[in-house]
């Protein structure tokens, strides 16, 4: 891994945060969400702020630019070489943002606005700092999105937002960010709930900007194995204090708070080496025995298709005529009783519409899905109803998939009572019987869904697909956007509800290590194709596939080995 100079023994950092303090007027009195923060950036250096979410991260970084809310006060010194820019007017701080100090946030989707194109969005920056004019504006823009990696910088340049994947979204926003050439660029969770070889070449491109360009970073995240990849120092935040900070191989591999050994005892990754170590040398692989629990699920030889165009902005500017585009093509496997089973892949691989088409909520083109041995593409009325009542799936995003106008105890309620399964007068208990089974506090059942953590709002749709007393429940990237902690405590939850009710779990993620240490096999997925199968030792430790290689050596890992020592 390649390292950027770090220049610590300078005199005057580039950005020093001295006893920074933020806290937020509401009706419950002020909140506190940064207390006392202090940390420095070198010129050339990249540091990451490591922590939970809450622990003030995003808030600290916001506060270097002023972005905060009416509502917030703060005190305390932010100096961006020397000079404190705490309570500048707003016109000098508009000097600074884009053209000193830049930030890329963690979703790129909120923060490109979907009227302008990417290269307008880009070009805003260059007109507002340098008065460039739209001709040079848009060869410098195309210049830009070449040097963020993108394969096609005219075409992407004239279209939106919308028209492009994730990880190029964020490449657009890096590419606004860098555009007036800043010393510094705070980045704000940049790669979470991107799969890890979009993360991967994230990385490298951040790690490239500040070689090349001499770029001081400051990277947010909740996960100390990208922080690892990229950063010389780290800040460990909780509640809004530094409980720790230094170089990343010292906290990492020696941490001194307890908060600190927690996080890096919470990253899949050292949980699947712990788990090695201690059941010592891989054993040779023997066949497995002949008994083996029932198939319950059957995917064959299925196929779906999506009649597509390229979006308004391609039919009226070229005249191209929606086409077939092959989501899955062929795909077959079997999930059998009581199993933990994954797929992985990158987005766009099929793993959702899989889902989609076991659930019933899309039609494949071709091939069969059966349960308990029967066939459900010609389900209809109360055999579907019955169907959909033993096969739940609980969505990647908690906020978006639950009605933002229930409160806990009206979301968990809804199944029971669409479905007949209780009557208005028993509903109470059994919604508070599912609460204490997702180890949800009854306390929360009259709160709305902005009241909640991302992980209680995530324990809401696991009871609510748990209403219906489901024999299969699909976690479709169920805790992609969660902090390690709270993604242990979600796993760990599945993994009880298994045990305790028999559930057989089909689990979609991009997250190698995670599928690793909660699967028992796996499948992986590649453009709607299957590439291979198996137990997810096997295929994750000894890929025979190119592809799976590729997504195994993407993955960010921590590399020091005092930090597996569990101590």
Not at 395 to 411: E, G, H
Request: proline share 4%; charged share 20%; with cysteine.
């Amino acid at each position: 891994m390649g390292k950027s100079k770090n220049t610590q023994g300078t005199t005057t950092p580039l950005l020093s945060v001295e006893n920074l303090e933020v806290a937020f007027d509401s009706i419950n009195g002020n909140v506190h969400a940064v207390r006392g923060m202090s940390f420095s950036v070198g010129e050339g250096e990249i540091v990451g702020i490591v922590g939970e979410s809450g622990s003030g991260k995003s808030v600290a970084c916001r506060s270097i630019l002023g972005l905060l809310p009416s509502n917030a006060s703060i005190d305390g010194q932010v100096l961006f070489e020397g000079s404190n820019i705490i309570g500048q007017h707003e016109d000098e701080l508009r000097k600074i943002r884009g053209k000193q100090i830049s930030m890329i946030f963690q979703n790129p989707a909120s923060h490109l606005d979907p009227l302008m194109t990417n290269g307008q969005q880009i070009g805003e920056a260059l007109r507002y700092h340098f008065n460039q004019d739209s001709r040079k504006a848009r060869a410098e823009g195309i210049e830009l999105l070449k040097a963020v990696g993108i394969t096609d910088p005219e075409q992407t340049f004239d279209a939106y937002p919308h028209q492009l994947s994730g990880g190029m979204k964020q490449r657009v926003l890096i590419a606004c960010a860098i555009a007036c050439r800043p010393k510094l660029l705070l980045a704000d969770e940049p790669t979470t709930a991107l799969d890890v070889t979009v993360q991967a070449r994230i990385l490298d491109l951040l790690r490239t900007l500040n070689q090349e360009r001499n770029l001081s970073i400051v990277l947010v995240s909740h996960d100390l194995g990208v922080i690892a990849e990229l950063c010389q120092r780290v800040v460990v935040v909780h509640n809004g204090l530094i409980v720790e900070q230094g170089k990343i191989e010292d906290v990492v591999s020696s941490p001194k708070d307890p908060y600190t050994r927690m996080l890096i005892d919470s990253q899949p990754t050292i949980k699947v080496r712990a788990r090695r170590a201690r059941s010592g040398p891989e054993p040779e692989l023997v066949p497995e025995p002949a008994a083996q629990p029932s198939n319950l699920l059957s995917v064959e030889n299925l196929c779906v298709n999506f009649h597509t165009s390229r979006g308004l902005f391609d039919f009226f500017r070229r005249r191209k005529n929606s086409g077939l585009v092959k989501a899955v093509d062929g795909i077959s496997f079997k999930i059998r009783q009581g199993e933990i089973f994954g797929i992985v892949g990158e987005s766009g691989s099929g793993k959702s519409t899989v889902a989609l088409a076991i659930t019933k909520l899309v039609s494949p083109s071709e091939g069969q899905v059966q349960f308990h041995g029967k066939s459900i593409m010609k389900l209809r009325g109360d055999e579907l109803t019955n169907y959909r009542r033993s096969v739940q799936m609980v969505f990647q995003n908690p906020y978006n998939s639950l009605n933002p106008r229930f409160t806990v105890a009206q979301t968990v309620a809804e199944p029971l009572l669409k479905h007949g399964l209780a009557i208005k007068a028993e509903c109470a208990d059994r919604v508070d019987e599912l609460m204490e089974l997702v180890d949800l506090s009854i306390d929360l059942r009259h709160r709305y869904p902005h009241q909640l953590s991302g992980g209680q709002c995530q324990r809401v749709g696991i009871a609510r697909a748990l209403a219906m007393k489901p024999e299969f429940l699909i976690a479709d990237e169920v805790t992609s956007a969660l902090d390690v902690s709270i993604q242990a405590q979600i796993l760990a939850l599945l993994e009880r509800l298994r045990d305790k009710i028999n559930l057989t779990i089909l689990y979609i993620s991009h997250d190698l290590a995670v599928v690793q240490l909660f699967c028992q096999r796996v499948a992986v997925f590649r453009a709607g194709r299957l590439v291979e199968i198996g137990p997810v030792d096997e295929v994750l430790t000894r890929p025979k596939e190119k592809y799976t290689q590729t997504l195994v050596n993407s993955a960010p890992q921590l590399h020091f080995s005092a930090s597996l020592s569990g101590h």
